[in-house]
């Protein structure tokens, strides 16, 4: 006969702790919260809010594991990168295995205006553990519009920052930040690294936020934006205060990442030297036959998920996903990236 586990113990040291108790417990097991994101704060994210016994998780990434995540990107392997498992997955495969008594829901692709409503709509919280400020306008528009709270978190280096959005009662990230820094001003992973200490910091205050807001206790939550930096063992707390009325998100309710037409686009990844193609109107491919048609052009690798293909001329590589969403590698120049797309995969 197969061991059980006696699963009535999982969450004793947490129900023991008084300002979560068992009703508090209750209310996590009962909570839907997306992340969005699981590379190095959502991996982290996830794998608390999995423990910790949220009901609900839903896990976006549009990325697959490479070896340099796996210095500070926990929930992944040696083995993920091998079989070249996008991160949704990998993620959900191992935090099936850490939890089985919550749903987790893996989504491979990245949030976009086409798909924010029926990714984000039916949570009751949203965590932020994405590497880019578009991603992040996008929730917060989402999140403003439909009164749904989130946390920010944002590192570089060894610096970190995150902020608790309750919208209409707190300032949101557009209150903060009201534009993104052109792209090339401010510093990103590829140019400044990052140390995982200072995503583990991040990852932990943020997921205190989750469990604060889910439990309800809100006077506990944090109402400023908590700038931490590891090295130079430095902690800051700044009053955010009340929305803006001047706010363009939540004072003037101009909600423009998430009205943006999802139009055929390329993104830039952050840190990547890699680009992201997508479609409008996703298309379903047939992954077989594309890599029957480019076997002559280059490598083509294949797994159940996505295929990989190496332009034997530039040595280019493309990573293709069953919905015709496209990362291309080798190049920053978006024109490139769709030049790329079109010549070997097509619309
Ligand atoms: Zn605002």
């Not at 909570?31 to 896990?59: E, K, N, P, T, Y």
């Not at 995503?199 to 469990?211: G, N, T, W």
């Not at 990442?257 to 992201?276: I, K, N, S």
Request: proline share 5%; hydrophobic share 40%; glycine share 8%.
């Amino acid at each position: 006969m197969p061991a059980t586990l006696d699963q009535s113990r999982r969450y004793i040291r947490q129900t023991i702790f008084a300002p979560i108790g068992k009703e508090g417990q209750r209310r996590i097991a009962m909570a839907r919260v997306a992340v969005v994101g699981c590379g190095a704060l959502g991996s982290s994210v996830a794998d608390q809010l999995a423990r910790a016994g949220v009901g609900f998780l839903r896990l976006i990434d549009r990325d697959f594991v490479e070896i340099h995540n796996l210095q500070r990107q926990a929930l992944y392997t040696e083995s993920d990168v091998l079989n070249r498992m996008p991160k949704a997955l990998a993620a959900f495969d191992r935090l099936s295995a850490v939890n089985s008594q919550i749903e987790i829901e893996p989504v491979v692709d990245d949030l976009n205006s086409g798909n924010a409503a029926r990714l984000l709509e039916d949570v009751d919280l949203i965590v932020d553990g994405t590497d880019n400020f578009e991603t992040r306008y996008l929730i917060n528009d989402f999140a403003v519009a439909n009164r749904r709270p989130w946390i920010y978190g944002g590192v570089i280096g060894s610096y970190g920052m995150t902020m608790t959005i309750r919208p209409d009662v707190t300032a949101c990230i557009r209150c903060v930040f009201p534009e993104a820094p052109p792209p090339g001003v401010a510093p990103t992973c590829d140019t400044a690294g990052v140390i995982s200490p200072v995503v583990q910091v991040i990852a932990s205050y943020e997921v205190a936020e989750a469990l604060k807001f889910l439990v309800g206790a809100i006077d506990k939550l944090n109402d400023g934006m908590l700038a931490v930096d590891v090295w130079q063992l430095s902690i800051d707390r700044v009053p955010t205060g009340q929305p803006r009325p001047d706010c363009p998100c939540c004072g003037l309710r101009q909600f423009e990442f998430l009205d943006a037409p999802a139009d055929d686009r390329e993104t830039v990844l952050c840190g990547q030297d890699a680009v992201q193609v997508r479609l409008a109107h996703p298309n379903e491919i047939d992954l077989d036959q594309l890599a029957r048609r480019l076997s002559g052009a280059g490598e083509v690798i294949r797994n159940k998920f996505l295929l990989r293909f190496t332009d034997a001329a530039t040595d280019r590589e493309l990573t293709v996903f069953p919905d015709g969403r496209a990362i291309v590698r080798g190049t920053t120049d978006g024109d490139e990236a769709k030049r790329l797309y079109a010549t070997y995969i097509g619309i």
